[in-house]
């Protein structure tokens, strides 16, 4: 298990590049993260959703994800509520105080879903979330240390040098943890440094004198890491280097599935900007694009509390494209009813009024794998639906793509905003090499779905040339 000293560590990172280097080396391995807090899901072939980074590590495992590598998954509503998915489908709403009482009820559905997951491979490795050192969250911890004792799993402690004091980091976790707790890791190692790794002889041999702890390596600064997908939105703030096609992304309150960017990142010849609240929208804009959202009618109001909806009105008026992707899709109607409170206190809320659709809230979350068509073009796309509520009215007899034959989306009289359910819809190059060729870009025209293979494949060697890998491999024990 990798826990980490901190959020944003580069757990996710670390846990996807050791099971690409297991998987290169024949070891059948899966990928596993009891708890997880990420508005960023992807849906698995049986019908489920699990956070993001454990999607992408299953692809560094050469596997297909399952409901059972993250069996609970929290997705923020508000600062004080969340959405409960567990084993993959919504079991209902929670204030954050009362899942710090009953999370300890779901450590059986946690070790189910790890002992299944065992017993598919040789080697399980797991992702804790937040810090082990947060003691106050001990008592019912199914995330860190209360599930690794609970599985008997032996833990390496990741230590982040490039935010500064990783040597209090690591040390400081050890001075607080129980006895019990700290006799289950099994070492440290420090990530993201930059510069001669030499340097950090001193500070290294420091960090194993206090704590007693063996250390597996310090892992230089991981160049690539851009090109895979983000989980945090505290990450999707970063800009892409290319210049030319100026594509932007308002960072909605609770913004999800942001990774409907990262291909467009990835291309040279354009620039993605995710712009923060309280800046206006880049008046150079090419294209807009709304993202999805866990929170339709409470992103609508904090869109208009930023004044976006009066720069997507000037940025129209300049000839500039708008596209809403699922959430983002449902804010561009006319209307967003809820009646029954499915995503807050019921109600109406008037749309942006950019498509001529309606949408209406209603029970069930529609998630599935999909193979599409866009309308314009009738280039492939791959993708999933991530959503609840239904969108109809006049401009959807233009729809955005095809699913199956079944019309998905919708597009304005104009042609300039264009709105569609489909997640995931850059990843295949047709689609997107036809996308910016209809807007005069030229793209490579490569699936990005490549571009992660060979970048696991560069983190794995990244991180055989700096970490003891072997040593890493030996700590592993079988499970209870």
Same mark, same amino acid.
């Given at each position: 298990?990798?826990?980490?000293?901190?959020?944003?560590?580069?757990?996710?990172?670390?846990?996807?590049?050791?099971?690409?280097?297991?998987?290169?080396?024949?070891?059948?391995?899966?990928?596993?993260?009891?708890?997880?807090?990420?508005?960023?899901?992807?849906?698995?072939?049986?019908?489920?959703?699990?956070?993001?980074?454990?999607?992408?590590?299953?692809?560094?495992?050469?596997?297909?994800?399952?409901?059972?590598?993250?069996?609970?998954?929290?997705?923020?509503?508000?600062?004080?509520?969340?959405?409960?998915?567990?084993?993959?489908?919504?079991?209902?709403?929670?204030? @954050?105080?009362?899942?710090?009482?009953?999370?300890? @009820?779901?450590?059986?559905?946690?070790?189910?879903?790890?002992?299944?997951?065992?017993?598919?491979?040789?080697?399980?490795?797991?992702?804790?979330?937040?810090?082990?050192?947060?003691?106050?969250?001990?008592?019912?911890?199914?995330?860190?240390?209360?599930?690794?004792?609970?599985?008997?799993?032996?833990?390496?402690?990741?230590?982040?040098?490039?935010?500064?004091?990783?040597?209090?980091?690591?040390?400081?976790?050890?001075?607080?943890?129980?006895?019990?707790?700290?006799?289950?890791?099994?070492?440290?190692?420090?990530?993201?440094?930059?510069?001669?790794?030499?340097?950090?002889?001193?500070?290294?041999?420091?960090?194993?004198?206090?704590?007693?702890?063996?250390?597996? +390596?310090?892992?230089?600064?991981? *160049?690539?890491?851009?090109?895979?997908?983000?989980?945090?939105?505290?990450?999707? +703030?970063?800009?892409?280097?290319?210049?030319?096609?100026?594509?932007?992304?308002?960072?909605?309150?609770?913004?999800?599935?942001?990774?409907?960017?990262?291909?467009?990142?990835?291309?040279? *010849?354009?620039?993605?900007?995710?712009?923060?609240?309280?800046?206006?929208?880049?008046?150079?804009?090419?294209?807009?694009?709304?993202?999805?959202?866990?929170?339709?009618? @409470?992103?609508?109001?904090?869109?208009?509390?930023?004044?976006?909806?009066?720069?997507?009105?000037?940025?129209?008026?300049?000839?500039?494209?708008?596209?809403?992707?699922?959430?983002?899709?449902?804010?561009?109607?006319?209307?967003?009813? *809820?009646?029954? +409170?499915?995503?807050?206190?019921?109600?109406?809320?008037?749309?942006?009024?950019?498509?001529?659709?309606?949408?209406?809230?209603?029970?069930?979350?529609?998630?599935?794998?999909?193979?599409?068509?866009?309308?314009?073009?009738?280039?492939?796309?791959?993708?999933?639906?991530?959503?609840?509520?239904?969108?109809?009215?006049?401009?959807?007899?233009?729809?955005?793509?095809?699913?199956?034959?079944?019309?998905?989306?919708?597009?304005?009289?104009?042609?300039?905003?264009?709105?569609?359910?489909?997640?995931?819809?850059?990843?295949?190059?047709?689609?997107?090499?036809?996308?910016?060729?209809?807007?005069?870009?030229?793209?490579?025209?490569?699936?990005?779905?490549?571009?992660?293979?060979?970048?696991?494949?560069?983190? @794995?060697?990244?991180?055989?040339?700096?970490? *003891?890998?072997?040593?890493?491999?030996?700590?592993?024990?079988?499970?209870?």
């Amino acid at each position: 298990m990798i826990q980490g000293t901190g959020s944003n560590v580069g757990k996710s990172m670390l846990v996807a590049g050791l099971c690409r280097v297991a998987a290169r080396r024949g070891i059948s391995v899966a990928p596993f993260k009891p708890q997880n807090m990420s508005n960023n899901a992807a849906v698995t072939a049986d019908g489920g959703e699990i956070g993001r980074a454990q999607a992408l590590q299953a692809v560094a495992c050469g596997r297909e994800p399952t409901v059972h590598m993250n069996p609970v998954l929290l997705k923020p509503e508000s600062d004080r509520a969340s959405q409960v998915v567990v084993q993959g489908k919504v079991r209902g709403r929670l204030q @954050a105080s009362r899942f710090r009482e009953d999370r300890g @009820a779901l450590l059986d559905v946690v070790l189910d879903s790890f002992h299944t997951l065992a017993e598919t491979a040789d080697l399980v490795i797991v992702e804790g979330a937040g810090s082990p050192a947060e003691v106050n969250l001990r008592r019912g911890d199914i995330a860190n240390m209360g599930f690794a004792c609970a599985a008997d799993v032996p833990v390496i402690l990741a230590g982040d040098i490039d935010r500064g004091g990783v040597i209090a980091q690591l040390v400081g976790t050890h001075a607080v943890l129980s006895p019990e707790d700290r006799r289950q890791i099994a070492g440290f190692l420090v990530n993201k440094f930059r510069g001669d790794v030499s340097l950090f002889d001193d500070g290294y041999a420091a960090i194993e004198h206090h704590t007693g702890w063996p250390g597996f +390596g310090v892992l230089p600064w991981f *160049d690539a890491a851009h090109l895979l997908p983000a989980e945090d939105a505290v990450d999707v +703030g970063r800009s892409g280097a290319g210049q030319g096609y100026h594509v932007v992304c308002p960072m909605l309150s609770r913004i999800a599935n942001f990774d409907d960017l990262d291909p467009l990142r990835a291309e040279p *010849d354009v620039r993605v900007s995710m712009v923060p609240p309280g800046r206006a929208l880049p008046g150079d804009a090419d294209l807009v694009i709304l993202p999805g959202t866990k929170s339709t009618r @409470a992103d609508l109001d904090f869109l208009r509390q930023q004044g976006w909806d009066i720069d997507l009105r000037a940025h129209l008026r300049r000839g500039g494209t708008v596209l809403g992707i699922c959430g983002g899709y449902q804010i561009l109607g006319t209307r967003i009813d *809820d009646p029954e +409170g499915i995503e807050g206190p019921p109600g109406t809320t008037e749309g942006l009024g950019l498509l001529n659709v309606t949408t209406r809230m209603q029970p069930g979350k529609t998630l599935t794998r999909v193979q599409a068509r866009h309308a314009a073009t009738g280039a492939a796309m791959d993708g999933y639906e991530i959503h609840i509520g239904e969108t109809t009215g006049p401009d959807c007899d233009r729809p955005f793509s095809h699913f199956d034959q079944v019309p998905d989306g919708a597009i304005s009289e104009s042609g300039r905003v264009m709105g569609t359910y489909l997640h995931g819809l850059f990843s295949k190059g047709a689609f997107r090499h036809a996308f910016l060729a209809e807007r005069g870009q030229h793209s490579g025209g490569a699936d990005y779905t490549a571009t992660v293979e060979q970048t696991l494949d560069a983190l @794995a060697e990244h991180m055989e040339s700096h970490l *003891d890998i072997d040593a890493i491999l030996k700590v592993a024990r079988a499970s209870k």
